[in-house]
């Protein structure tokens, strides 16, 4: 299971991620194309800082997330220290587990979409998302751009954090299967105490699937989505070849 075994370094790897900016970005989203939303379902949720950060604005937000080390890893970092009853989280599959049938909006945001490398796993998320709105909710969600991926190339990169207590190097080394549109990461991570000096090491692969828009639109018919907006991710521009992120904007028939 994909961020299983460096669950309780996502945070220190994912610092410069911009989880306030990004959740007033969803926010802009759903006060345009749902303009009084109040129940929102998050697929994908890891650790709930998204959601956690939805509820300031006064919604309500349930997660589902396959990794209990990152439903986890949420609660031992002081965000369970204070009791949100406007946000919960379930383990489970996002293209399987049921909530209720009672949401006005369902968000999956880092790429979540691309985690789903099968037409059926896609078919089947979509689906789930619909049968969980509201007649007229909407599934906002992002996911590799296709013509930019290949236009730009993955390539191997290099990450490196720190805190007081820990260094970590993150190597991530793609293999490419263009005609599928899949792009497998592996990723060797190298975490460092620095108190005792003590390296170790984690292996995870990461299969990733990118989509043109016209397949996303192609999913969005088959499973009873009308296709309402698609745009870069967080900029709003026109999807290009330079545009790595896209995001997408259903509502359910």
């Not at 369902?106 to 969980?132: C, G, P, W």
Request: glycine content about 6%.
């Amino acid at each position: 299971m994909v961020f299983e075994k460096y669950a309780q370094y996502y945070d220190l790897l994912y610092q410069d991620k911009d989880y306030q900016k990004e959740t007033e970005y969803i926010l802009s989203l759903l006060k345009k194309y749902h303009p009084k939303p109040e129940k929102i379902l998050e697929f994908g949720s890891g650790s709930g800082l998204h959601g956690r950060l939805l509820t300031n604005a006064g919604l309500k937000v349930s997660g589902i997330e396959r990794s209990q080390q990152m439903i986890d890893l949420g609660l031992s970092t002081g965000q369970g220290d204070i009791p949100n009853t406007n946000f919960s989280c379930t383990q489970g599959d996002c293209t399987s587990i049921f909530i209720g049938d009672y949401f006005d909006a369902v968000i999956s945001i880092f790429h979540v979409l691309s985690y789903q490398t099968s037409d059926e796993k896609v078919i089947a998320m979509l689906k789930n998302a619909r049968r969980q709105l509201e007649p007229g909710g909407i599934f906002i969600f992002d996911y590799w751009f296709a013509p930019a991926v290949w236009y730009l190339g993955p390539t191997l990169r290099v990450k490196r954090v720190h805190n007081q207590q820990l260094a970590i190097t993150r190597i991530a080394e793609p293999e490419c299967f263009r005609e599928q549109n899949i792009v497998q990461v592996n990723y060797q991570t190298f975490v460092e105490d620095l108190k005792s000096n003590h390296i170790s090491e984690i292996k995870e692969t990461h299969e990733m699937r990118a989509f043109e828009t016209d397949e996303i639109e192609e999913f969005a018919n088959q499973t009873g989505f009308a296709l309402l907006h698609s745009e870069e991710w967080m900029t709003g521009h026109t999807p290009s070849n330079e545009t790595w992120g896209v995001c997408t904007v259903l509502q359910k028939n």
